[in-house]
């Protein structure tokens, strides 16, 4: 189930890891350790007076370091539930067109996030490099965020070139800002269970980000509705529902286009300001690095995609991503069309985030005692039943059912958002141990990347399917096909995808104890380079 560590190639070193294990125990018996011993939080250090035990990080530190992560959750809350309605109904965009500009920015995706991962890991020299990509790309993100949610009064096809346009490079510099930042807990402190501190303060604050994505954009819109009733944006009303054309009258819909440039306005505010404090609030460790780069930018890129724990990870949390981003894309509409009880939107959303921000201590807590897989083995189960259970709601079903249910999915959000990426560190460790360098820059880019391919085939698949079924844009009813449609798309198909992120999750190596075995390993390994044992050229 674990693997086997003899797949590996083990730095060149004057003992093998094996006996590294067995003369630190005989070390530690005879009374001969060297002065240097393992402390609790799993550093190095001296046993003498002189060597003070390593620090622990702040707590404005990590409130500091947790709010650099609400842009890229803000951001993308805003895209996943509210891009599919805006670029259907608003912008004009027919479903396959829809396909298209979530394809291509996949694709673009594929090319630049890796090559970004390798120009940051190449440019490297502490955190504070890491903390400069964070500022000087905010501004530009922020820019190019807000002309994506405007609606150019150009032809069909140009509108297209416009959202491709724009998307591309809002995810690009989306990368420039989360692939550092969320490399920066590599350089922040050597402490494994404070890099599980940090990264927890991190999710709070990305829920708060979710949390602030769908308050601000509901809310904004919902403002700018109030005026509006239903006589006044359905021009008609057929009876029989899968013949309606009615749309939105021309000034509501002038309406509603700047609500959304209004709602994107504050969103990229707080790009900016999250990155100001990240920079100036984050201190990092010196760079003592003695790490070798690999010959090749490609050599780099290959290691990384083909380490086995890695890409067991990734897909474990690629197909998770997959099955949350799915249900956020098409809620809205589910619960317009399918449910009848779009008032309630907002509602069911806070209630899922708040739940998870108020959970994410408890697992927090659950995956330290009982260990990372097991805590996200538990919350891919407990989210199961609650997607399934969906497709058997209309519009007869109670208010109260669906919020019971969003209070049961907050658990699994939680553990969705928190324990994938606390896994990460453990994988660079071993990938530390096993090539002599950790090239952490480019395993965030290629975890970034999979999040985004996520969300893009959540996109690209839901509008494929949806036009298949008939969808019509401003409808105020839809066909019986559409609401079936709609009902697999937030239950069926998210329940397979989950099922098989746990079969990818069986399937993960590391696990507690591989995963202390590793910790010592790697002490040693930084002893007997601080011993002389093995110099730089060893270590490469």
Known sequence: MFGSQDKYTPLNMSESQDDILTSTEDRKVNGTSNHFRLSESGDLSQDDDETPPAPRLSTLLKICYGIGGMPYQTTGTAVAFFLQIFLLNLAGIPPYYISVITLVGKVWDAITDPLIGVLIDRT????GSLKRWVIA??????VVYLLFWYVPDVSEEARLGWYIVTFCLYETLMTCIHVPYSALVMSITHDQKERDSATAYRVMFEMVGVLLGAVIQGQVIAAFRDGDNDDHHCISNFTNISMTTDHVSPEVQERWEMSYLIAAAIISSITLISGT????GVKGL???SVEPLSQTMFGDIRQVMVFEPYLKLTFSFLFLSLSIQTVQGNFALYLIYVTGKPDHYQNVIMIVVTTGLVLIPFWQFFLSKFGKKTAQAAGTCIFIPVVFSLYFLDENADINVLYMLGVIAGNGVSVAMLVPWSMVPDVIDEFTLMRGRKNEALFYAFFVFYTKISVGLSFALSAMFLDLAGYLANACGQSEDVLLT???LVSAFPVMMALISLLCLYIYPINEARRFNTKNK???MGKKVLDGH???DAVA
């Open 486 to 488: 709609l009902r697999c």
């Open 286 to 288: 010196p760079d003592t």
């Open 124 to 127: 490297q020299k502490g955190s």
């Open 137 to 142: 790309s905010s501004p530009f993100c922020a």
């Open 277 to 280: 404090i990240v920079y100036f």
């Open 522 to 524: 790697l002490i040693e």
């Open 534 to 536: 093995v110099n730089a």
